[in-house]
Structures are given as C-alpha cells and as structure tokens.
C-alpha cells in the first residue's frame, strides 16, 4: 500500500482577504463616524459667552449633542445627529441612551443666544426622567 505525500500539493497559504475587509469596514466606520462627530459642532449658533468656567477635560464617555435652532416652529428646532427631531423623540433617544448602566451618559446642549429658557426646559426634564444627571451647556469662551 502506498503512503500519500503532502509535498506535491505546495505550501499552504493564508488567505488574507476577509481580514483585509473587516479592515477596510473599520476604517471606514470610523471615517464616518468622525465625521458626524464633527458636524455636530459645525453648525453656526450664536453661542452665548462664558464669563468663568472650564473647559472639559478628554473623557471617554458617551455624550449626545443635542443642537436647538432659533426656529419658531417646534418641529423644526431640535437637531440631533443631523436630524431634526421633536421633543418626544428626544426624550425617547436619551431614555435610550441612557440605559446602558456601564458608563455614564453626558447631555451636551449647543443653543442659540436668543432661544428662551422655555425651549430649553423640556430637554432638561427629559434628560431627568432618563436619570441623566450630566447636561452642559457649549459656550463661546474668551
């Protein structure tokens, strides 16, 4: 009887394709999702000035961004994600949110200097009744 070889077969090769894929996917989620990161701080408000305070340090921690325009319309005032959204879908995306009880959420509100308080108050309560105890405020420092 006769033994098989293996030598007339060649050499065995990794096949580096799917890990050349997730890379390129990697790569790709983080281009994407730094660039919304960084549309959420494009849009041009009239920040209100800041007389004292300091600036936050680099935390890892999840933040939502939320954006309120200086519209009439209550339907058209709250941005999110680059997303106009009402009050109750807001207080929906944070209850959400906020779920997760490994990490701590952090509510950062950029508003107009000419949106009242009353806009503003509904955010405020939402972010309390999801337990979210972190809400900032973006000001234009010095």
Not at 37 to 53: I, Y
Not at 55 to 64: A, G, L, N
Not at 119 to 139: N, Q
Request: hydrophobic content about 45%; some cysteine.
């Amino acid at each position: 009887m006769r033994v098989p070889t293996n030598l007339a077969r060649g050499n065995l090769g990794f096949n580096m394709t799917p890990m050349i894929d997730v890379v390129f996917l990697l790569i790709i989620f983080f281009l994407v999702s730094s660039h919304l990161a960084q549309q959420e701080v494009q849009l041009d408000l009239d920040l209100p000035d800041a007389g004292s305070g300091q600036r936050p340090d680099r935390e890892e921690i999840r933040r939502v961004v939320v954006n309120v325009l200086p519209q009439e319309e209550p339907a058209g005032r709250i941005m999110v994600g680059g997303r106009l959204m009402h009050e109750w879908q807001l207080a929906k995306l944070i209850d959400y949110e906020s779920r997760d009880a490994g990490r701590q959420l952090e509510v950062r509100i950029r508003t107009d200097r000419r949106v009242p308080y009353r806009m503003i108050e509904p955010l405020m309560v939402a972010c309390a009744r999801a337990g979210v105890w972190k809400v900032t405020f973006a000001v234009a420092g010095r």
